[in-house]
């Protein structure tokens, strides 16, 4: 698949884009404090695109005010998982939306991968087509280093 | 090379520190020396500015304080004021106020005092942490007591996140004095100690008089004379606390005019509600001795 070159997760917002610097993070924090939504921080290392729920890194931080506090979280995040994807969500916990308003990946691997296509033969001459990360044949924790 | 002038009142005028400064003074009876200092660090900051825009470098002051003084000496105020003015200076970026006392930094267990101290941190981030009670993070008597912890993760923050966070130290004199000198690092990152005095009789009845204004009440002549009286006896008393002593007793005697005016019959006007009358004030038991007269004082 060469329309993404680097096999570059996609997940998310601006993940198309190179890495976000840490003062273009702190702007897109900036905008969810302002709309009052909780932010937090998750990591992985399963890159599977149908990985929904990532292990959260501390407690939604609410009640924050600037966008300091979380980059120093985001970075005691890099320091404790220097490879895993690890992504910032914003919660909107407005009555009917309750629902992630936000979510990037602020740090990935050095190296990935990249997904292989497996195929399976069903009845019929069916052909069920499914992904699995290269990285992923490791057990957790030892992928990516 | 041409030098280029800059008019420093005039960027001082532009910061609005001026508008902060003199609301400081009218509200705030008292307190020259407090004032002072601020008015300083106001002008070192201003200048401070002005050198940073004409690129003459001089690292980021550092905007750590100790406020030492007595209880009700007006520490927590002054504390909400200075986040203002960092803020009109640039050198807070939100200007709100996180306060908080050891419960809120400290954990009772293992592992538990750096989430929570951490998680004051990121609240206080941008604006101003002002702890109260400083002192009680350290308690020397116990060996296995985690305020250390907590004031070592304080440490670090203070020194590494010294563009994000303003931290305000308060308490006793003598006992953050001791403080300081059994944790000297903390010591030497926070640069400005400010002590507060006691407010004089005269500063306590104009206080009184201020906080009464702001409820849209007043003291009848001769009540003021009495509440003149009830200071002079009430500092003498033990837990005396300044002027939170006076909005309490200034509370109190609310009570007993509103009791007062609907004993005396229905009908009021709108300067018999306003008006607190010496009566009201001689009931205290602190002028108990006043008005037995002969008699033995009250409890």
């Known amino acids: 698949m060469m329309t993404n070159p680097g096999n570059r997760i996609t997940q998310g917002q601006f993940s198309f884009l190179p890495d976000l610097t840490d003062a273009q993070i702190t702007a897109q924090i900036k905008y969810a404090l302002n709309h009052g939504w909780a932010v937090s921080v998750e990591y992985t290392d399963d890159p599977h695109p ?43 916990s407005t009555r009917g939306v309750e629902s992630p308003a936000m979510s990037f990946i602020v740090n990935r691997p050095k190296n990935e991968p990249g997904f292989g296509l497996t195929r399976q033969e069903g009845p019929g001459r069916e052909i069920r087509y499914t992904v699995t990360s290269y990285a992923a044949h490791k057990p957790e924790g030892e992928r990516y280093s | 090379m041409s030098e280029s002038t800059i008019d420093l009142r005039a960027i001082w005028n532009e910061s609005g520190v001026e508008a902060v400064l003199e609301k400081l003074d009218a509200e705030l009876i ?3 020396p407090v004032k002072k200092r601020i008015r300083e660090i106001a002008s070192l900051l201003v200048v401070d500015k002005v050198r940073r825009d004409m690129q003459l470098a001089a690292g980021a002051p550092s905007l750590h304080m100790s406020f030492t003084g007595n209880p009700g000496t007006g520490k927590t105020t002054v504390a909400l004021r200075m986040a ?38 990121k609240k206080a981030m941008g604006g101003v942490l002002f702890i109260d009670e400083a002192y009680y993070l350290y308690r020397p008597e116990n060996e296995r007591d985690y305020g250390q912890e907590a004031i070592e993760i304080l440490l670090q923050v203070m020194e590494n996140n010294r563009d994000d966070l303003v931290v305000i130290l308060a308490g006793y004199k003598d006992r953050m004095e001791n403080f300081f000198r059994s944790n ?20 306590l009845l104009a206080i009184g008089e201020l906080i009464l204004k702001d409820w849209n009440y007043a003291l009848s002549p001769r009540a003021q004379k009495v509440f003149g009286d009830y200071i002079e006896r009430r500092r003498a008393q033990p837990h005396f606390a300044n002027a939170r002593s006076i909005r309490n007793a200034l509370d109190r005697a609310r009570l007993r005019q509103a009791r007062r005016l609907l004993e005396e019959g229905g009908a009021v006007d709108k300067t018999a509600l306003q008006t607190i009358e010496a009566e009201d004030i001689l009931q205290s038991r602190v002028l108990a001795g006043v008005r037995a007269v002969g008699g033995k004082a009250g409890p």
């Open chain 1, 50 to 92: 149908r990985n929904t729920y990532w292990e959260m890194y501390g407690n939604p931080m609410f009640d924050l005010k600037d966008p300091a506090g979380i980059l120093m979280e985001i970075n005691e995040c890099r320091k404790t998982f220097p490879s895993h994807y690890i992504r910032v969500m914003a919660f909107d």
């Open chain 2, 30 to 32: 008292g307190l020259a």
């Open chain 2, 84 to 121: 203002d003015l960092l803020h009109k200076l640039g050198y807070s970026r939100t200007g709100h106020l996180v306060a908080v006392t050891r419960d809120d930094l400290v954990g009772q267990y293992i592992g538990h005092t750096a989430p929570k101290t951490k998680e004051v941190l």
């Open chain 2, 184 to 203: 000297p690092g903390m010591s030497s990152r926070v640069a400005h100690h400010i002590d507060f005095p006691d407010y004089t009789d005269d500063e």
